[in-house]
């Protein structure tokens, strides 16, 4: 059976890969920090017909908590063969560039970079041995018209690096893993609070989307793929 784990896999985006992986009969680890939500979601997933889904905590803010989390997957799932770094913290959106707060920025890249980084580092061992992926949901880091909250992009700027130099050096030292990253587009999550605008698009379908490109048979090495990308109207 293939087994998975998906960081932020309690709510949003995260959530809908999980139901979507799942109903093709994926084992999913649901990572998440809380207890209670992930229990939740995995009722969810099982009253939607899953067969196969349990709790890891994964605390990317924490790199002790990660440690032992690490040694957890390793020890009891030596099996999986996907990681889908979907889990981030917003930052503060509403700022301008340069009245950012520092510990906001800080707060934010060790959640969505150094933390996305420590945990995807530790399991590429694990993964290798099964020949399997990391698929990281991204964003551009470009300027566009409608958003750009400094902290997030920096932190995903760094996820975006992170993923086309592990593709290079994972094909310059023969390890068998695949990784990319993937652009949801607009999509109505906690993450821009709830936001419903023309273009957006609900968490369940960009799930979908995601898991209609694991499972299209072509090789994504280094990729950043845009499933709705942000267009000037």
Known sequence: ????????????????????????????????????????????????????????????????????????????????????????????????????????????????????????????????????RIVNITVPASVNPYWNPLAYKASKAAQNVMTETFAFDFDKNNVPVEIYCVHPGPTTTDLNGNMRLPGFHEPDLVGEKIVDIIYDGKRHQGEFIEIYPIVEE
């Not at 309690?10 to 109903?23: D, R, T, V, Y």
């Not at 924490?62 to 690490?70: A, F, G, Q, W």
Request: hydrophobic share 40%; aromatic share 6%; with cysteine.
């Open 1 to 132: 059976m293939n087994k998975v784990l998906i960081t932020g896999a309690n709510k949003g985006i995260g959530f809908g890969i999980s139901k979507h992986l799942a109903l093709k009969g994926w084992h999913v680890l649901v990572g998440a920090r809380n207890k209670e939500r992930a229990e939740k979601a995995i009722q969810q997933l099982k009253a939607l017909g899953a067969k196969d889904a349990e709790w890891v905590n994964i605390n990317l803010s924490d790199l002790k908590s990660l440690d032992k989390s690490i040694s957890l997957i390793q020890r009891n799932h030596p099996d999986l063969s996907m990681l889908i770094n979907n889990a981030g913290i917003p930052g503060d959106m509403a700022c301008a560039s340069y009245d950012s707060d520092i510990k906001d920025i800080i707060e934010t890249v060790q959640v969505n970079y150094i933390g996305t980084y420590y945990l995807t580092k530790g399991l590429v061992p694990t993964i290798a041995a099964n020949k399997g």
